[in-house]
Nanobody, 124 residues
């Protein structure tokens, strides 16, 4: 069983930055493929970024490429999402997710474990 807890969300102005964190339980975190997704009310949960178990491979949604950076610290069981140049359309609840088998994926149904989410609000 994997437990994920996100933190770091908040209210920020357009152009600002935030860093989201996700604390993971389990001694095999270093073997998990991890992802960040986001969801606005009334919309589908959408892919934001994913990272391989080693951290050497990453993938981003086109909408955040060049502005967001996903990273991980396997020694601390932590996943991060550094967000810069934030826009109002980035407003959403952000979720971290773990995939314990397979490879990098942009599909939400490939991830078995999810955190409770953290709210990010970008004001214009």
């Amino acid at each position: 069983q994997v437990q994920l807890v996100e933190s770091g969300g908040g209210l920020v102005h357009t152009g600002g930055s935030l860093r989201l964190s996700c604390a993971a339980s389990g001694r095999t975190f270093s073997s998990y493929y991890m992802g960040w997704f986001r969801q606005d009310p009334g919309k589908e949960r959408e892919f934001v970024a994913a990272i391989s178990w080693s951290g050497l491979s990453t993938k981003y949604a086109d909408s955040v490429k060049g502005r967001f950076t996903i990273s991980r610290d396997n020694a601390k069981n932590m996943l991060y999402l550094q967000m810069t140049s934030l826009k109002p359309e980035d407003t959403a609840v952000y979720y971290c997710a773990a995939r314990t088998v397979g490879t990098l994926s942009v599909y939400r149904y490939d991830y078995a474990y999810w955190g409770q989410g953290t709210q990010v609000t970008v004001s214009s």
